[in-house]
């Protein structure tokens, strides 16, 4: 089936009612016909609801609709992207090992590695997303996963797959894609060789700004990478948390299963069924937004480019754009709404930002509504000179996330605010 169809109907079969809309599933439990019935949900015997910490019927449409677009088995929902990105990690790497993670990155994810899972013993190794090779003198025997965003936000570069995918195999390490601008509409990871996407739901999956969630995919056959690699010694060995189970046994996709039976089991950011409910509504729709996010950015790109005031212009699809040829090779249909430029100083940024009228200032991207940021006094204020420069946040950078209103009204309040 194509993705539009997949997007309206994927993961829901109708229920007794013959309900159009997907239902939402407000339920803590779930009634156990007797407690055979019980024990084998518990052992796995048999799948079904058990508590919706771990399951819930509106979160599994979810699951299953987000999986099928992206071409992966299976999905696991999330409370936020942060929480599918720390699950993502944690779920491979222990006190003593280290990861490795693009430096360019949403600055949630740079404090989380540098910072947060630092205390928990995890090391991070960074390397320059432009100059994937860096990766290679990183890797040891205690490697557990590479992570990099398809598209970065704020710098909007375009991550080399193929070159990732490459020094990660031949090293038998797990690949983790934030895929959140690339969206699966644009971007394909699983057809590039990645094992592993990550999403934050709260931007072009819900669309319309309205609720925070995550969501992490596995590719097909990712048991293949994992069995019998000592890298990652416990899916292959007994789980004494889960009575001896042992995850490259069971035949189930591994990685998704035990995010929900070990890490939301014990540590519990699961999604709320209603949220799951607004997630679906989204992607009914994503497939149609981001062919209009995506040509309307190109277009204020190009405008951009031509404007006096604006010293260099990041977007991918602009053929000037030094991403442009990677992003022909990962990208169909377009190059998401997210583009970022630079004007000469924070001054004038902060102008800019403080003038437009279509666009608000907020922090946020993949809305309908157009949004305007700028990051080095807001998204990354945390980060240190140094780890902005590296970041690639100058302070005359302003980052616009495109929203669906009108073209021209966009382009016009642009122009107006850039004077
Ligand atoms: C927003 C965002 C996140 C974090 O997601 P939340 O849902 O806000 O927790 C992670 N990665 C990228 C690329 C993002 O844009």
């Not at 052992?43 to 019927?57: Q, S």
């Not at 995890?122 to 860096?134: A, H, K, L, Q």
Request: glycine share 8%; aromatic share 8%; charged share 20%.
């Amino acid at each position: 089936m194509h993705e539009q169809t997949l997007a309206i109907h994927a993961g829901y079969e109708k229920d007794a009612q013959g309900t159009m809309a997907v239902p939402i599933y407000m339920s803590t439990a779930y009634e156990f016909r007797d407690t055979e019935h019980a024990a084998n949900l518990f052992a796995l015997k048999e799948l079904g609801n058990i508590y919706t910490r771990l399951m819930n019927p509106t979160t599994d449409v979810f699951e299953k609709r987000f999986a099928a677009l992206e071409g992966g088995v299976a999905a696991v929902g999330t409370a936020s992207g942060m929480a599918a990105i720390f699950y993502a990690i944690a779920n491979v790497a222990e006190a003593g090992d280290n990861i490795i993670v693009a430096k360019q990155v949403y600055g949630g994810t740079t404090t989380l590695t540098g910072h947060t899972i630092k205390r928990f013993g995890i090391e991070t190794r960074y390397f320059d997303v432009g100059n994937p090779s860096e990766i290679e003198a990183l890797v040891d025997d205690k490697t557990k996963i590479i992570l990099f965003e398809s598209i970065t936000n704020p710098s909007v570069d375009v991550a080399d797959f193929d070159a990732i995918v490459a020094i990660a195999n031949k090293h038998n390490i797990l690949t983790c894609v934030d895929n959140t601008v690339g969206t699966p509409i644009l971007c394909k990871p699983f057809e590039h060789g990645v094992d592993l996407s990550v999403h934050s739901a709260s931007k072009y999956t819900t669309g319309q700004g309205l609720a925070i969630g995550g969501v992490i995919v596995e590719r097909h056959n990712l048991v293949e990478k994992i069995k019998g690699n000592a890298r990652y010694a416990h899916f292959n060995e007994p789980d004494a948390s889960y009575h001896g189970l042992v995850y490259s046994d069971v035949p189930l996709p591994l990685f998704t299963l035990r995010v929900r039976l070990a890490l939301l089991r014990d540590l519990g950011a699961a999604p709320s069924p209603f949220n799951s409910w607004l997630y679906i509504q989204g992607l009914e729709t994503l497939p149609l937004r981001m062919k209009q996010h995506s040509s309307s950015a190109l277009a204020i790109a190009e405008f951009l480019e031509a404007h006096p005031k604006v010293k260099k212009v990041n977007y991918p699809g602009l053929k000037s754009d030094s991403n442009h040829a990677l992003a022909q090779k990962y990208f169909k249909n377009g190059y998401s709404g997210l583009l970022s430029f630079e004007v000469e100083d924070t001054e004038t940024a902060q102008k800019i930002a403080d003038s437009t009228e279509i666009f608000s200032l907020v922090v946020n991207i993949g809305d309908s509504k157009s949004i305007i940021t700028h990051p080095a006094s807001t998204t990354h204020q945390q980060l240190s000179a140094q780890e902005l420069i590296e970041a690639g946040v100058p302070g005359g950078l302003v980052r616009l996330s495109v929203g669906i209103e009108d073209t021209q009204d966009l382009i016009n309040d642009l122009a107006r605010a850039l004077g």
